[in-house]
């Protein structure tokens, strides 16, 4: 068994693993999309005590877009679970061809997972949580612990099903001796997190972790440390006998023991990817998972490993293989693979992009389009019950879509790009600007008059539907992300330090507004020519009643990030921004209720209309719409841990996935449905 890290293991931290304050991490924006994916690792680790259906579905990534922490199969290699942030809990018994969402009135981050049979699971995670179903999944039952540690991984005993471990932060170690029913705490030499265990029989057992951490039963009882093994986490170990182990961990460290445990040697596979987990089917045939889709396969009992290659170097965090040919992978995005040549080759099991969404525009219930990374560009005119992927011809990321009607719009990306489509988004062509400046922000006020803003102070306004392009001088060296006018003269951008700024004469000229903020501003949006709102760093939000004059700062009651924000009447507003965060008002910000949804991925964009017609998108190609009407008093929420402070800007080249059509991985077929040979 080994540990889904969002990210990365909490390892080294001095303080709760829940708290983040003292690790700085550097929000950047290139295009609107980053945060930090610790943010949402700390957020889905609070677990949160609600009602599973929070009035959101997905609709892109399919079945979700939440990371799966493990994945498990029954022997008969058709049931199966994939667990993971957010609650999720997915079920298949076609052998992962297609999946279930199973639901539990707890939303916990789910890192662990062991299944028996096609009956009997149980599912480990956040706050001392373990779940177990005896019924195939139709009812998940919280089981009682003594502990609000957070849980990484589960096993049993493979002589004796009723007993099993599991462990997690702190050193924290848990068994039972009824097959999950109930659990009791062991007695741990450590205090540093465990990530994964194994028992090759049910006395002798390994547990590892933090800073190279390895722990060693011998009746099933007592644990004694063995050694540190390096500065850096293992965050795998499998017995493959009785005697001989393996363990994974960080840098590409793969260690091999002899001896149950007891003294380890280091095998040189040649990678330096990050290995995050590592499972054997039998004594010759094993696994090892990681970053950057490392995929390493052995079938000499680990002697030497075999890399395959993975398109989109997805982070795969679980792996699990029913016989020496069939397994299944998963990770990052909600992304599940299924091999079927003993893990040289894979294929898809899940639907839809996975590349960062910047921005979200939709004319009306039906008809809309996304923009992000790679140059993806995303249509529906369903209302997003499917997307399509249309060719942009670029390669750059695109930051924010617009539309004046049905057949005319426009895109702004990096490097200056500006692409135009004139029959409703089916062909786009590239329109010509004179700068190199990062566009982040585009707005068109009829079907000729129209502005781009970017950074380093950069504004652009055409005359004649973006055929040309003008450069005004601008008041400001800011980075400047949003860009909306009222009407043909009056228009307002903001953008880094809380710089605003504001034109009357269609752009011709621009004035700096004077907020006394330091904040960065991410999203601006106006419900009428007067009332309009902007949102920005650390929970910023202001509001306006002349236009863009004036501003107040309302209180959002929250220090996160927002990155969008959308009006649909002048009082009708919602925002969202890291970990999932949506807020909603009915009083003109007055006060802002927080939503929940079914994701804690950073949200960069949102379109909203009222009601219904409210959607959000974000990290690894987040589209959510909301199926329930926006709640209009505020919600109790749990408090929630301190969350990582940032600023500037959403979007980072490094890092981040991004995928086009041609080089995603390949969807697998079911093989009834292969194509015969002729």
Known sequence: MSLAFPCAPPYNRPTDPDAASSINCVLTKSAKLVSTCLIAMLYALAGLAQNADRGWEWQNPLPQGNAIGAIRFAKDQRHGWAVGSDGVILYTDDGGFSWTSQRTRLVVTLNGLYVFDKRRAIAVGARGVVLRTTNGGQAWRRVATTTKDHLFAVTFAPDDPMRGWAVGTYGVIITT??????????????????????????????????????????????????????????????????????????????????????TWTPIDTGITSDL???????????????????????????????????????????????????????????????????????????????????????????????????????????????????????????NSVTFINPAQGWIAGD??????????????????????????????????????????????????????????????????????FVNSKVGVAVGSAGTIIRTDDGGETWKQIDIKLKEWLYSVAFADPMRGYAVGEKGIILRTDDGGLKWKDEESGVSSNLFAVSSASANDAIAAGDHGLVLATKDGGETWAPQPTITSSSLFAVAYHGGEDTWVAGRGGAILRRNTSLATFRIPTPKLPPMLRGGPPKLKPENVQQIQPDDDIPKAVRPDKKPQKP
């Not at 995005?333 to 894979?346: A, H, I, N, T």
């Open 415 to 484: 490097r200056g790009t500006i692409l135009h489509t004139s029959n409703g988004g089916i062909i786009w062509q590239q329109q010509q600007t004179e700068v190199q400046e990062d566009l982040t922000g585009i707005f068109f006020a009829s079907d000729k008059l129209g502005w781009a803003v970017g950074a380093s102070g950069t504004i652009l306004t055409t005359k004649d539907g973006g055929q040309t392009w003008e450069q005004p001088k601008s008041p400001t060296k800011a980075w400047l992300e949003d860009v909306r």
């Open 276 to 398: 995050l987990a590592v499972y054997f089917f039998d004594e010759q045939n094993g696994w090892i998972t990681g970053d950057n889709g490392v995929v390493l396969s052995t079938g000499n009992g680990g002697k030497l490993w075999i890399p395959a290659s993975i398109r989109t170097n997805p982070r795969l965090v679980t792996i699990y293989f029913a016989n020496a040919n069939t397994g299944w992978a998963a990770g990052g995005e909600g992304l599940v693979l299924r091999s079927d040549d003993g893990g040289l080759g894979w294929e898809r099991l899940t639907e839809g992009g996975r590349d960062d969404l910047a921005d979200i525009f939709f004319l009306d219930g039906s008809r809309g389009w996304a923009v992000g990374a790679r140059g993806k560009i995303l249509a529906t005119s369903s209302g997003g019950k499917s997307w399509t992927v249309r060719l942009s011809g670029t390669r750059e990321r695109l």
């Open 177 to 262: 001796a009824d097959g999950g029913a109930t659990w009791i705490p062991q007695a741990s030499p450590t205090h540093s997190h465990l990530y994964s265990v194994s028992f090759t029989n049910k006395t002798t057992g390994l547990a590892v972790g933090d800073r190279g951490t390895v722990l060693r039963t011998t009746d099933g009882k007592i644990w004694k440390e063995v050694e540190r093994l390096g500065p850096q986490p293992l965050t795998g170990v499998h017995f493959i006998n009785a005697k001989k182990a393996i363990s994974v961990g960080f840098g590409g460290r793969v260690l091999a023991s002899e001896d149950a445990g007891a």
